[in-house]
């Protein structure tokens, strides 16, 4: 707890619980105390299950809000590929790809969040001190340099496979909850929250519009000075009622 | 390559081509070699890419067919508690519900291959040698013990957040690609193919049917004599045609 010059001192009752508990000077009983400014707490662990789990955290564990770009993509008909393919290509193609594609996501300042067997999720502005409308644009030109790799790739794959990929990328950016997250051993930084569904709901919509890169209007009205936009639509999203406007990128202005 | 001795002698025109460009005696030209027996080949690099790619690669890293069980899992309602707690008990609920998810999976011989939001992802068959009987009754066993973890966590959560949370779980089993994927930096064992995707949309129809434990007639068929099965659904699944059987699972037997 800090802020303790806030509170008054313990009364009777609370001083004897205090005594009774071996608290120490800041663990002050929310029911006795009335502050008389700001106080900064901290919640109690309430069982052993708890106390393990608090052990365990590192810093990044406790969740922050913050506000992020969250992209995701996938390749249209990379499953058939797979199908058709030898297990030893398929893999060694999704790692071409997720090389290159990580590379831009890198240089940009993202952070590769998970791999969804082709697909790939990744999270803009997890630093802080950075500029929502910086963070959207680095979001936006990695997914148009995302396009232009897939193109060398696609030169690769014709030659080799006689196959080309598209790709359907969707960008939202707003508040999420920041967290270390899964079981002690295999945990990982991810972002939690309705945003993070409504970024994967916008790149499913690519498949519908035929569209590249879709943006939800949060993003859009951040990067607009840069980037050039093409179509608008107007999608039914599961989960938000009325219709959501959403708008296709092309190319930097 | 092995089985060179299945390969008659290289003909002149190998010979001549196989000396200019200085081929080891294991290269042969497939256009002028008729093997007289079995001969296991490797794929040749094509580019300085592949070079690279094949550099990195580790001995997961090359993709192989196996028969696995995969399940998913995911908590109803979760993102509407997300957004009215708070970012830390949101963080700390998770990866109370994870660590005691995530034993049952490791105990069971379970690979957690990630996890998505509030949802994971888990394999069962990755080891060599293991009965599709056996994998598929250590999913299942997984599924109905994370029921009681999860009912251990909710009493928990009714105590402290006066919420419940249901989970549905999808069971598939099937031939999948297993391999290293990713970017060099954040490589991960995963498995890849049409049969994920299977059992994640098999795990969404536990929404439509309220049934918490779904299994494909893949997994029902090598559990039945272990497992008692309740209801059973044709249901429709994206990119299969007609209706796919599926059925609940209840408890052990």
Redesign the interface.
């Known amino acids: 707890m800090e802020g303790l010059e806030n509170c008054p001192p313990r009364n009777e009752l609370e001083e004897a619980l205090a005594k009774a508990k071996g608290f120490l000077p800041n663990v002050r009983l929310a029911c006795q105390t009335i502050p008389t400014g700001e106080v900064h707490l901290r919640?109690l662990v309430?069982?052993d299950?708890?106390v393990e789990?608090a052990k365990e955290?590192g810093a990044n564990?406790?969740?922050?809000?913050k506000e992020v770009a969250i992209l995701f993509s996938d390749i249209r008909g990379f499953?058939s590929f797979?199908?058709s393919n030898?297990?030893?290509?398929?893999?060694?193609i999704?790692?071409?790809y997720?090389?290159q594609?990580?590379?831009v996501i890198?240089k940009n300042k993202g952070y590769?969040d998970?791999?969804?067997?082709?697909g790939i999720m990744a999270i803009f502005g997890l630093e802080d001190g950075e500029e929502a409308n910086e963070i959207c644009f680095q979001a936006v030109q990695s997914a148009l340099l995302m396009l232009e790799e897939l193109d060398k790739l696609n030169e690769?794959l014709e030659l080799?496979f006689d196959v080309q990929f598209n790709i359907g990328i969707g960008i939202h950016f707003g508040e999420v909850?920041?967290?270390?997250?899964?079981?002690?051993?295999?945990?990982?930084v991810?972002a939690?929250?309705?945003n993070?569904?409504l970024a994967s709901r916008i790149e499913q919509l690519t498949k519908a519009t035929s569209v590249k890169v879709l943006l939800s209007k949060e993003v859009k009205e951040r990067v607009q000075d840069r980037i050039k936009i093409g179509k608008s639509f107007q999608a039914k999203i599961k989960?938000k009622t009325g219709l959501y406007h959403i708008f296709e990128a092309l190319s930097l202005k």
Do not use: W
Request: charged share 30%.
């Open positions: 919640r309430i069982d299950e708890d789990l955290q564990g406790f969740g922050k809000e499953t797979a199908e030898l297990p030893y290509d398929v893999i060694h999704l790692n071409r997720f090389k594609i990580g590379e890198l590769i998970k791999y969804i067997g082709d690769y080799n909850i920041i967290g270390e997250i899964g079981h002690p051993l295999s945990k990982q991810t939690i929250g309705d993070v569904n989960g």
